[in-house]
């Protein structure tokens, strides 16, 4: 049975609903960085990076690559760059707080998942 839009919405929106997760797929925008690289880079330990990594990679939004005995993390930028570009273009033509709604209209309740 196929899921319907409303489903694979939720997947992915979900998915990319974590400014850890949103960050990594900034850095790997810029370049193909393993875990330590994006470690440093975000200023976060090996372990919460790892575990977004993962999350990106089963949605397919991030892939990863062994060189050595590490693993190379790239982005999957046709599916990257068209949700960035709907974001920006949603908050320039409708988003009056352009993307920084006032705290009342984020949701904070998170214990109804």
Do not use: W
């Amino acid at each position: 049975m196929k899921k319907g839009l409303a489903d694979l919405c939720y997947g992915l929106l979900s998915t990319l609903a974590n400014p850890t997760r949103l960050a990594i797929m900034e850095r790997l925008y810029q370049s193909n960085m393993n875990v330590t690289e994006l470690s440093e880079a975000l200023g976060q330990n090996q372990s919460m990076i790892s575990h977004n990594l993962k999350k990106l990679v089963r949605c397919k939004l991030a892939y990863s690559t062994r060189s050595g005995k590490s693993k190379v993390y790239s982005l999957n930028r046709e599916t990257a760059e068209a949700v960035f570009k709907a974001v920006q273009n949603h908050a320039q033509k409708h988003c009056p707080y352009r993307g920084k709604c006032p705290r009342s209209f984020v949701r904070t309740n998170r214990s109804k998942r």
